[in-house]
């Protein structure tokens, strides 16, 4: 073997080395991509879960809400169910500030309670212990609702036209409410708020 051929086997052994290196940070590298692939991944699902942990709170928190003003208009039938700014009355809140001013502003009560935050303590807490759930099932926080009476006026051309409480000139008086379900996440990062909306026709007579 001369010189020139030992010289050749040098430089091929030389190339093999750089190629294998390369090859190797390659492989590094897609590896490094495929295990911040699955990391993303592993955050969306936990996201999307709490959330759906959240939505679920809230739906019940607001079902809640639902059942509680059904069961007091149901035994309460001669009392006329209205919302006070402060909620003096079974927790019902007006929707304004003021309920013998039409201009009033908004009731801040309420406002503050629909915001995505937990820094209201006006909201009805549910009944049921969600934050005792297991299998990673349970919420931060307990949900809750609240309830507001809407004002709203409807022109039937005539003396008979809706008042702004929402009431007819009769006997039978229809309220309109808003039920507002909160709700945390497990991790207490999301925060969930669905409404409802509720009407019912109250008698002014006591029923039989």
């Not at 809640?64 to 039938?77: H, K, P, R, V």
């Not at 309670?113 to 212990?129: E, P």
């Not at 299998?135 to 409807?154: F, T």
């Amino acid at each position: 073997m001369n010189k020139q051929t030992l010289t050749s086997i040098k430089h091929q052994q030389g190339a093999a080395l750089a190629v294998g290196l390369i090859l190797l940070l390659i492989i590094t590298l897609m590896g490094y991509a495929g295990m911040k692939g699955t990391m993303l991944q592993e955050k969306m699902a936990a996201g999307l879960h709490n959330r759906s942990l959240a939505m679920a709170g809230a739906n019940s928190a607001v079902r809640a809400g639902e059942s509680f003003l059904y069961n007091l208009i149901d035994s309460t039938n001669s009392v006329q169910a209205s919302g006070t700014p402060s909620g003096s009355f079974y927790n019902l809140y007006s929707q304004l500030s003021d309920t013998n001013d039409p201009t009033s502003p908004i009731n801040p009560t309420v406002e503050l309670f629909k915001q995505r935050n937990w820094t209201s303590s006006a909201g009805t807490v549910h009944g049921n212990n969600f934050t005792a759930s297991s299998y990673n099932g349970g919420l931060s926080q307990q949900p809750e609702y609240i309830i507001e009476e809407l004002q709203y006026e409807v022109d039937n051309g005539g003396s008979d036209d809706f008042d702004k409480r929402g009431g007819p000139d009769n006997s039978d008086t229809q309220k309109v409410f808003l039920i507002t379900g909160k709700s945390p996440s497990g991790d207490g990062r999301t925060i969930v708020t669905v409404q409802s909306m509720f009407t019912a026709v109250i008698s002014s007579s006591s029923s039989n």
